[in-house]
């Protein structure tokens, strides 16, 4: 069981080869009365800052190998994600990275995604995965920058 860390409770960047399956990973509503900071942004609005599964290449996370895009066989199957805005969500950062990252030969299958918050637009993944939960089979899809 994974749950309420600050941004992402699991994160795959530049990983080839990770698996996630089986977990239970959750968020629960933010409650500002817990702050640790009480003032001043990002403190005042933890509460955007969530989500269950991030798939991503950040360029300043890697070296140059794969154009800084090594994401690549990762397998995210038969999971619970519950309280997060954004389910499962697919990133790319720098333009390298971005100019050649993509969901290569993913594996996103029977997980169940329940969301406490409305959908964010732009999130197309968790978005499809809630809506008919079924298996998803990718090979080097291309990604949108955020």
């Known amino acids: 069981?994974?749950?309420?860390?600050?941004?992402?409770?699991?994160?795959?960047?530049?990983?080839?080869?990770?698996?996630?399956?089986?977990?239970?990973?959750?968020?629960?509503p933010p409650d500002p009365a817990n702050y640790l900071h009480q003032?001043?942004?990002?403190?005042?609005?933890?509460?955007?800052?969530?989500?269950?599964?991030?798939?991503?290449?950040?360029?300043?996370?890697?070296d140059a190998t794969n154009g800084?895009?090594?994401l690549d066989r990762v397998q995210v199957y038969n999971n619970l994600l519950t309280g997060c805005r954004i389910g499962i969500r697919d990133h790319s950062e720098g333009d390298n990275a971005a100019a050649n990252h993509g969901l290569k030969n993913a594996l996103?299958?029977?997980?169940?995604?329940?969301?406490?918050?409305?959908?964010?637009?732009?999130?197309?993944?968790?978005?499809?995965?809630?809506?008919?939960?079924?298996?998803?089979?990718?090979s080097s899809v291309s990604a949108t920058r955020a």
């Open 1 to 28: 069981m994974v749950f309420d860390n600050w941004s992402v409770n699991f994160y795959f960047d530049n990983q080839p080869g990770g698996v996630v399956r089986s977990n239970i990973i959750s968020f629960h």
């Open 68 to 70: 800084y895009a090594n």
């Open 108 to 138: 996103i299958a029977n997980n169940t995604i329940v969301t406490a918050y409305a959908p964010i637009t732009g999130s197309v993944l968790s978005r499809r995965q809630a809506l008919s939960n079924s298996p998803m089979t990718l």
């Open 39 to 62: 003032t001043g942004s990002p403190w005042t609005s933890l509460g955007k800052y969530t989500v269950c599964m991030m798939l991503a290449d950040e360029e300043w996370s890697s």
